[in-house]
């Protein structure tokens, strides 16, 4: 049945009903793959959502050993390309991923949909950019890297996100994505995915490695590299559990946060977390990795 509404990624036409489930419907583009939520939540819907969520550390999952070495082999891809400058974290949550730069070499910033994170993210100078349509209060032409994890399955319009910040990174900058849900993966294509977190309000878009290329370079930028990663056991572990399939995100959000050691500091990565990490990230998955990574350089004029 084809739909007359517009792919929130390349604005084709061409969509189609590709499966319900939990009582929404994701439609598939014909032109670039992108599959989505429709009807979209709100933004008020969406801004709600995330306000409403306990704010503590670790409810991103930054704090979390393995996600810690996880960061850390993101910093190191982006210090291959650029060793100084302007850091911007866009949807910086708990600050996870600044933890692990050096703010020697980078002057880090944060930007994040809710109004509290600076709270959170005390041990290092950290300048925030935070609220509704925060893209639209970065400064034009600024950062020489941005990066950005768990974040493109969560706009309402990736097309306006990706030009605002395209605007604000500086001619020759980089932009790295990674933790986006890859709808070719192979807990999909299995039928392992439970869709309890893939759900409005929270992930509406579920990217490919093409319709991800294709949003970037319609932008201008150039792919420098783009790969899949990991497979995701929570599903496995939520089926297992007998979790309920009605149960609220916000809930499930909530209890996956819960990172913190009874002493109050974040646990450090040992051998065995790095390792790991290491398998996750770098592991050829062949297209059907859980996640998606894309680095982007945006050109020199």
Known sequence: MTQQFCCPGCLSQKTELDREVHGYRIYLCGNCELAFTFPRPTLQEVADFYHGLNLTDGLYGGQKPFKQAFFALCNKEITKRVTSGKLLDFGCGDGGFLRQCDPQHFQLYGADLHPGVGALCRQQPIEFFTGANVETSLPDAFFDVIFSAATYEHFLDPIEV????????????????VSIPNYHSLNIKLAIEDWLINRPPAHINFFTLGSLQRLLQQEGLKVLQCWTYGFNLEPVR????RVAADTPVKELVEHGGNTRLAGGDPQKPGPHHRLLARLYYKFP?????DKLAVIVRKPSS
């Open 238 to 241: 939520r089926r297992l559990q």
């Open 285 to 289: 998955f062949f297209e059907l990795g």
């Open 162 to 177: 990706t030009k605002q910040l395209v605007r604000a990174l500086k001619p020759g900058g980089i932009l790295m994505l």
